[in-house]
């Protein structure tokens, strides 16, 4: 205890980063799952069935379907670049996560917070730092494989990525105007009280803008021309076999999960309620959700599910609802808010981005290009000057 | 809480500097002795950082955003002119640019 | 040895390793990468030195952005493998030795000056960025405005030179 307290920076952190890293991994298998579900459910199919029941457990065999296949390594290619690219890919990915704040700073642990790794004072800037060093994942790949398609593909992915990229920060420089700082947990704090203070409201374009581009950026449909099969086989990634597969596969949703928080953080209130705080009846919110789930699942368990599956789903059926009771408890009914808005919003984002994978075909790539430079970028251009001229004027009236 | 010394980051930046001017001397490519420029750029940028740290002015973070802005554009440019170089002369060795040579 | 020290003696082992792969390296994308090593770690030491804004700065512009355009036009030229020529005994046995003394020579004067040997007294605070913004736009507006006049004049110098002569 004593060890704990004098060196709790240190502590707190390993603890934290160990849990962050253990739920982003699980968040990102069975992303994987939600994404082939309701795709499926888009096109009138079931998707994964058989895996566990509602093919929960799809994931998992996965998994280990990518750990035991063989690791096939072109001859000809640049050893160390080979294996550097996905770790590269995948670790810059992990790291964002590292400074998105998943609820109030306010809630403390041996004086440290708990709900965000690193609380820095530009902590949008590092984000935007670390994404646009995600870039060479992509483009080491692609040249290192040592063979066509997979170097088209990379040099197109990678300069799709960097032009995208400039849309991506001047649509955001519209809410640190309004927010005026970089910290993000300034952002969220300067849209407390209701959902009518979210910056999404004036800044609808810079809105619009920030998805378009994260969706390019992410290299994701109706963006994703330089990997799609039929085009160039599976561009950057055509030469990499399971486990390196597996991580770049790891990466583009890591990087998908992370434009979504950083899209609750900056237009939709983070970890802030929509509701005011005076009505004192949304606190109930996360425990009554999570007993509704149980309550689905139990009726499932018993009406559909046959064996083992049956089994798996009575297991899940008692751990929403122990998480349910606990969230009741007037001890932890509090500490629970700001995560459950989070991951809340941040689940909603990752359905428009399958919804969007579903139902948009995708664009040619000089399409792509020339929306990027000569549509998107003009447009955030201009709203970051509409929304400073609107704040000089707001100063001076 | 002891810090480190100023001096420190000085002597980094004389010796990365040095390590530029090495690799400018000796490097053949092209492209790699364009790599030894920005380095070079860089450990004058520390050694400004570390002053601006010294004598707690901001200036010297202000030139070190010029600096950068600088290096960008004549990367851009420079790359510009060795892609037309490297099309004209069929190699990236730079001894083989040496149609003004007397 | 406390915890300063140590990340400063990490980072600029790493800044050093860097530049001598730079060197070492016989093909353009390894010297790249080392390149790359070298400016991330010289973004941690301006962390330490509380340039916050800068270090981004210099991970989104100089890592992020310059070396992507420097590994494109490595795999667009398809760079390989630098040859060796025999012309460079001079510089071998008689540059490589003066370039090391020039190099300990400035060290020696940076150590040995008597206004950077003492250490800095007082908190480490973070330079505040909107303090670098207010002297950027207001004292040095016109060099601002000159670089992005500059930073055009690039844009359309790439351009020229990068269109194929017809």
Redesign the interface.
């Known amino acids: 205890m004593d060890f704990i307290s004098q060196h709790a920076v240190l502590v707190v952190s390993l603890v934290k980063i160990a849990v962050v890293l253990f739920l982003a991994m699980t968040a990102l298998a069975y992303l994987s799952w939600f994404e082939r579900k309701v795709v499926a459910h888009i096109q009138s199919r079931w998707g994964p069935y058989y895996v566990g029941a509602h093919g929960l457990l799809q994931p998992l065999a996965d998994g280990l379907k990518f750990l035991f296949k063989e690791d096939v390594t072109p001859p000809a290619s640049d050893q160390l670049v080979y294996v550097l690219a996905p770790f590269l890919a995948l670790s810059l990915a992990l790291t964002t996560l590292a400074l998105i704040p998943f609820g109030p700073p306010n809630v403390r642990v041996f004086g440290q917070p708990v709900f965000v790794i690193s609380n820095s004072n530009i902590g949008l800037l590092f984000l935007f730092a670390i994404t646009s060093m995600g870039v060479y994942g992509v483009a080491l790949a692609g040249w290192s494989s040592n063979s066509k398609y997979p170097l088209l593909g990379g040099l197109r992915s990678s300069a799709q990525m960097v032009s995208y990229e400039v849309s991506l920060t001047l649509s955001v420089v519209g809410v640190l105007l309004l927010a005026g700082s970089f910290s993000l947990n300034g952002i969220i704090e300067s849209q407390r009280g209701h959902i009518g203070h979210w910056y999404v409201w004036p800044q609808i374009i810079g809105f619009l803008c920030y998805i378009t581009a994260a969706i390019a950026e992410t290299n994701r449909v109706p963006f994703d021309l330089p990997e799609a099969e039929g085009e160039l086989v599976a561009g950057f990634h055509t030469e990499y076999s399971s486990f390196k597969f597996a991580m770049f596969f790891m990466a583009e949703y890591a990087n998908m999960i992370t434009v979504s928080c950083l899209a609750t953080i900056l237009f939709f209130g983070g970890w802030l309620a929509p509701f005011p705080e005076s009505w004192t009846w949304q606190l109930y919110l996360p425990g009554v959700g999570l007993l509704a789930l149980a309550l689905y699942c139990a009726y499932d368990t018993v009406t559909s599910m046959r064996g083992v599956a049956r089994l798996q789903l009575a297991v899940f059926t008692l751990l929403a609802l122990v998480a349910g009771i606990l969230c009741l408890l007037p001890a932890v009914m509090p500490l629970v808010q700001g995560p459950f808005w989070f991951i809340t919003k941040v689940g909603l984002f990752l359905f428009l981005y399958v919804w969007v994978r579903g139902t948009l075909p995708r664009f040619r790539y000089d399409q792509l290009m020339s929306f990027g430079w000569k549509l998107l970028l003009p447009v955030s251009l201009v709203n970051l000057l509409a929304t400073s001229f609107v704040i000089l004027l707001g100063k001076r009236g | 809480?002891?810090?480190?010394?100023?001096?420190?980051?000085?002597?980094?930046?004389?010796?990365?500097?040095?390590?530029?001017?090495?690799?400018f001397?000796?490097?053949?490519?092209i492209?790699?002795i364009?790599?030894?420029i920005?380095?070079m750029l860089?450990a004058v940028?520390?050694a400004f950082?570390?002053f601006?740290?010294?004598w707690n002015e901001?200036?010297g973070?202000?030139f070190?955003?010029?600096v950068?802005?600088?290096?960008?554009?004549?990367?851009?440019?420079g790359?510009?002119?060795?892609?037309?170089i490297?099309h004209n002369r069929r190699s990236?060795?730079v001894?083989d640019v040496n149609l003004l040579k007397f | 040895m406390s915890l300063p020290f140590i990340l400063f003696f990490v980072c600029a082992g790493l800044a050093i390793l860097g530049a001598v792969l730079l060197i070492v390296s016989r093909e353009p994308i390894h010297s790249a990468l080392s390149l790359i090593l070298v400016m991330v770690a010289l973004a941690i030491l301006y962390l330490t030195l509380g340039a916050e804004f800068i270090a981004a700065v210099q991970v989104i512009v100089y890592a992020g952005a310059i070396m992507v355009l420097f590994v494109f036009v490595i795999m667009l030229l398809n760079a390989g493998v630098e040859e060796r020529t025999n012309w460079s005994q001079m510089a071998k046995y008689a540059g490589l030795p003066l370039a090391v003394v020039l190099l300990l020579e400035i060290a020696q004067w940076f150590w040995r000056s008597p206004t950077s040997a003492r250490a800095v007294n007082g908190t480490p605070e973070a330079h505040p960025t909107h303090a670098l913004s207010v002297l950027l736009f207001r004292q040095y507006v016109f060099p601002f405005e000159a670089t992005s006049i500059l930073i055009l004049i690039a844009i359309l110098g790439a351009l020229v030179l990068a269109k194929r002569q017809e």
Request: charged residues 10%; glycine residues 2%; aromatic residues 8%.
């Open positions: 809480m002891n810090l480190v010394p100023v001096s420190y980051y000085l002597v980094l930046s004389a010796i990365l500097f040095g390590l530029g001017v090495i690799a001397i000796f490097k053949r490519n492209i790699a364009f790599m030894s920005e380095l860089n940028n520390l950082v570390a601006a740290r010294q901001l200036d973070l202000v070190v955003l010029f950068i802005v600088v290096a960008a554009a004549e990367v851009a440019v790359l510009a002119i060795v892609i037309t490297a990236l060795n001894e």
